[in-house]
């Protein structure tokens, strides 16, 4: 079993930053798919980023140029940074392993373990 769990959330103006730190335990790491979904009150949860265990990276179109997905293989750790924050970007972030085909890269179904998420607000 896959254990996650999120840190790094907080309370930022908009245009600031963030890092948000996801840390495995169980499993193989480095063979797992890594993703980063967000849920804002009242919608459903939503793809932000994802990095296969070859490092190929995928982003939503709404965070592209702004939030960095990368993982440490070492530290059992994959990392969001995300810069020029906006008031739409406030959500519970959701980190999430598995072994998704390409299709699936982008849904909740595509991965099996999931944390608890931590809470991100970007005040206007």
């Known amino acids: 079993q896959v254990h996650l769990v999120e840190s790094g959330g907080g309370t930022v103006q908009a245009g600031g930053s963030l890092r948000l730190s996801c840390v495995a335990s169980?499993?193989?790491?480095?063979?797992?798919?890594m993703g980063w979904f967000r849920q804002a009150p009242g919608k459903e949860r939503e793809f932000v980023s994802t990095i296969r265990y070859n490092s190929y990276t995928y982003y939503a179109d709404s965070v592209k140029g702004r939030f960095t997905i990368s993982r440490d293989n070492a530290k059992n750790a994959v990392y969001l940074q995300m810069n020029s924050l906006e008031p739409d970007d406030t959500a519970v972030y959701y980190c999430?392993?598995?072994?998704?085909?390409?299709?699936?890269?982008?849904?909740?179904?595509?991965?099996?373990?999931w944390g608890q998420g931590t809470q991100v607000t970007v005040s206007s």
């Open positions: 999430a392993a598995g072994s998704p085909i390409l299709s699936s890269m982008r849904t909740q179904n595509g991965y099996r373990h």
């Open positions: 169980g499993g193989t790491f480095s063979s797992y798919t």
